[in-house]
């Protein structure tokens, strides 16, 4: 099957090169945030063209030279670009072979390719890519047949270790010498910052705005004072004294000035009743009522409520933009996670063709998602229109980064189960309210970036839509339960009201529909009075449902979940267990969570299996499913966003908390390695068990089933309070 990134750039120069000391540029149009996915990447093609993996360059992503695959997102890089660089080198090498036999008179079969060099063991000949390849092969149609190529089976005993290659990034990050683009410097570079309302839509103040302008215009070191709509833009000539006209101008907003805001919020107090009460987009994900049972069957109903999120990230979003001297082409440095729809929107805001803007990808503070990296990319850009010829350095402030990038969509979930009279579960409604789960750029007819909603000729503000099925869905991402279920029927209505800005955060809407059909299958359990892992067993019976039964007996048997329960264990103790296949098709995912539910919730340790195919990187993908269950775990114990009529008012650290290095529980995580399969994503798939997981063990500390996230004190004592809810019949 041919890769869907390999379908829109079929060539072998799209993908690698060779550059003039003979080392191999890999090229890929995903692009690293942290994640460690060029590491993959490279590690991809050295397992395919038997190099040792220091040989291969991952050329960092620019919409110059690299192809075009869209929007780093949805644990695809190794599935999508992974596989097509499988193929390119595997192409690569297999007509390098070819022009060996051909130049030693031999057959084909009788070349072996160890360590980079092919050589024919009966007459001792070598050579090497640089040496066997002509320069039309890299414009030849790749040929994804050589991937299987009877050949290559014969190299093994030539090919690198390259599982246990070391990423080339980690020391210079670990010591402070990797160039982030916060710390790029450009020759003749200025500092700029625009400052917005804290709402979407807003009036200016304009005596005070009018008298803020001139205050600027009068000040040393301003080089430019730009108000436009309800966007002030100022540039100077020292970040340091940016900073004083940042602080300035912050103070002022704290005391009212400048914009007047409202919006229309919900009721964190009823946030499922405002999801309903909005117009609703509704759609039939999944039905298969047709196979009902005509049993008498008990029925169970619960509900369940995710709050609106926040990225978080620790480091600023920050780019860098310069317009050449007659204003026709633009440059702009970003840590954009999809650099090509960044252009096009780009192009469309400032009504330029898509080829004169080019866009290049330097590392930033990660975010799994849609977080403000694009919107200050379009800043910098507004702002270096101002002085052509000029590179224009924006560095959003934390205030900026929690009150201006995009929410993750509040969610409630409605489940209802049926039960036969055996304890099984016979019918199955899951139904999901909340807004899609997309804004982000180059998916529209106009452009999806915050500040061109906001300038005199402000663009409509985009609506917030979910992807398509085909690729996950939104909302409904795993809203399907992943079990043995005759009956099933999943309704998705998108809320088509945004107050607020919504888009995607990790894992979009899985780890609230895992988190309620988890924690519904805990409460199921009881209720017929069977352990929670064997209750998931009798559901995964079914041919095609062994590596979903092999993820939890491996996760529980670390834990140790089938001994008898501890004696010695402290007041509060509990462990909870959850289960989800990402996204109904990809990585299969377990997690037990231990816990102490005292003063607060504290995460004792954390036990994960994953199957994710083939394993291209044992320690990156390790990395990438801790991280996901910790950031999912703070989801669960910590985050809420607090959004108000004048914006959203969790913006510093104190009003929205995040799980902190001294609340880190142990994690252990074992991969389930399945060499012949294909690779799968692993950031995103812990994400879900991990939310649920922490619901159940919470439950089986106190007795109390919480229904909405965050597990904090305050909601933990005001459900303990209300009594346990159980589900209703």
Known sequence: MTPESLKAHPLLQQWLGLGTEGQVQAFSGKVDLGQGISNALRLIVAQELRLPPAHIHMVAASTRISPDEQVTSGSLSVQHSGASLRCAAAHWRENCRLQMAQRCGVDVTIVRCEDGIFHVPTTGQSASYMQLTNPELFSSLIDTAHVHSPCAEQDGLGLPNAAVALRPDVASKVFGEFEFIHDRVLPNMCHGMVFRPATLTAEVLASDMQILVHQLQ????????????????????????????????????????????????????DLAGWLKAQALDTTVVVDTTANASCAHLHY???????????????????????????????????????????????????????????????????????????????????????????????????????????????????????????????????????????????????????????????????????????????????????????????????????????????????????????????????????????????????????????????ATDMAGWTAARPSNKPEGWGRGLAYARYKNTGAWCAVVVELVVAEKVKLLHLWVAADLGRVVDRDGAINQIEGGALQAASWALCESAQISHQGIASNTWASYPILKFSDMPAVEVCLMDQPQQASLGAGECSSGPTCAAIGNAIFDAMGVRMRAMPFTPENLIKTFEAGPPTASS
């Open 300 to 554: 169970q109903r619960a509900e369940f409520i995710r709050p609106f999120l926040q990225h978080a990230s620790i480091g600023l979003c920050c780019a860098l933009a310069q317009w050449t001297e007659d204003a026709q082409q633009l440059e702009v440095w970003s840590h954009s996670q999809g650099i090509f729809n960044l252009r096009r929107d780009l192009a469309l805001a400032f009504d330029l063709p898509r080829e004169q803007v080019h866009v290049s990808h330097v590392e930033g503070a990660g975010c799994y998602g849609h977080n403000g990296a694009d919107d200050v990319a379009f800043d910098a850009a507004w702002l270096a229109h101002l002085v052509p010829g000029r590179p224009v350095r924006v560095q959003w402030t934390r205030q900026a980064e929690l009150g201006h990038a995009p929410l993750a969509p509040a969610m409630a979930v409605a489940i209802q189960a049926g039960l036969d009279d055996k304890g099984h579960i016979a019918e199955w409604t899951q139904t999901v309210w909340g807004q899609g789960h997309g804004t982000r750029p180059g998916r529209g007819q106009t452009p999806a970036l915050l500040g061109c909603w906001q300038t005199a000729q402000a663009q409509p503000i985009t609506m917030a839509v979910n992807a398509a099925m085909a690729v996950g869905g939104g909302s409904e991402r795993n809203a399907q339960p992943p079990y043995d279920i005759a009956s099933v029927k999943v309704i998705n209505h998108r809320v088509m009201h945004m107050p607020f800005r919504v888009s995607a955060m990790r894992a979009l809407g899985a780890p609230a529909n895992v988190f309620a059909a988890e924690s519904f299958m805990d409460e199921l359990a009881l209720l017929c009075s069977q352990d929670p892992l064997a209750f998931r067993l009798a559901h995964l019976q079914s041919a095609g449902q062994e590596r979903a039964a092999a993820v939890l007996n491996k």
């Open 218 to 269: 009068s000040q040393s070191g301003v080089l430019r004072v730009h108000q436009e709509g309800v966007l002030l833009g100022v540039l100077t000539e020292t970040e340091f004294g940016l900073s004083k006209i940042v602080q300035q101008i912050e103070e002022g907003v704290a005391q009212g000035k400048f914009w007047r805001c409202q919006a229309h919020v919900p009721d964190p107090h």
